[in-house]
């Protein structure tokens, strides 16, 4: 994993990003220029492409994986390299362009206040302004997944949730050792953390965000991929829901 000099930043954003490299520029430069002194923090998940040159370019710290690990693991590297470097908040966002930095400052500002342990960008709840509008229209295909995630999630957490598959979270630390110390490969992080973090105690908030277009590139998630999805989905929250609570400690244990 990459190794950080010393640093004055409490908060990092990281990004995880497979086969980014038509994007990840653009995303770089967007965070450096709206949240200077912030750290940036791109998880090359085994890109075969220029993912990792681009980043570095830009003016990203960069770890990447051997391999194409997943969505899961990625995002792990990314909180075990903030608990291992003292971070104290965190957020990550996809690598295609489509959160926005108001996004990001409004659920980074939820961790600042303390208003919650894990915040997380929801594409469905009421735009923060009407100078915001919600753009995010799923296909037909990947609303059915949507809406029953919605409602297991919300059953087995007994707390209501609109978006459970959303990309943009925030967090603190209690957090950041949570997940830095979980399971070492998840395939549905989103469901599953949202379920960890709730059984554990811990307070998760659902803030509005707004999508934009990707900048480049489309889904890997195609119709015949959603069916898969969907029950694999499913087991996992069933999965996260029968854990134990889990018991927060230190990243060195």
Not at 79 to 98: K, L, N, P, S, V
Not at 99 to 123: F, N, Q, W, Y
Not at 127 to 135: G, I, N, Q, Y
């Amino acid at each position: 994993m990459v190794t950080l000099g010393p640093h004055t930043s409490k908060t990092l954003i990281f990004i995880p990003a497979w086969n980014e490299e038509d994007a990840i520029t653009n995303v770089v430069h967007e965070l450096r220029q709206e949240f200077p002194g912030v750290d940036v923090l791109v998880i090359d998940d085994g890109s075969t492409d220029n993912t990792a040159e681009r980043a570095k370019a830009a003016g990203a710290l960069v770890a990447s994986h051997p391999s194409n690990l997943g969505i899961g693991p990625a995002r792990r590297t990314g909180y075990m390299f903030a608990a291992r470097e003292g971070y104290t908040r965190i957020a990550h966002c996809d690598a295609d362009g489509q959160h926005t930095p108001a996004g990001i400052r409004t659920v980074l500002a939820a961790i600042e206040k303390d208003e919650c342990d894990l915040a997380v960008g929801s594409r469905f709840l009421s735009p923060a302004s009407d100078d915001e509008p919600l753009v995010y229209v799923p296909s037909p295909m990947r609303n059915i997944g949507i809406i029953v995630f919605r409602r297991l999630v919300s059953s087995v957490t007994k707390q209501r949730f609109t978006d459970c598959t959303s990309g943009l979270y925030a967090a603190n630390l209690r957090v950041i050792l949570q997940f830095a110390n979980g399971p070492t490969n998840i395939d549905y992080p989103e469901l599953q953390n949202i379920v960890r973090t709730v059984r554990n105690g811990l307070r998760v908030r659902e803030y509005p965000t707004v999508m934009r277009e990707r900048i480049a590139g489309s889904s890997s998630i195609t119709p015949l991929k959603t069916f898969f999805y969907v029950f694999n989905g499913i087991v996992s929250i069933y999965a996260a829901a029968l854990r134990q609570r889990e018991e927060i400690r230190t990243i060195d244990g």
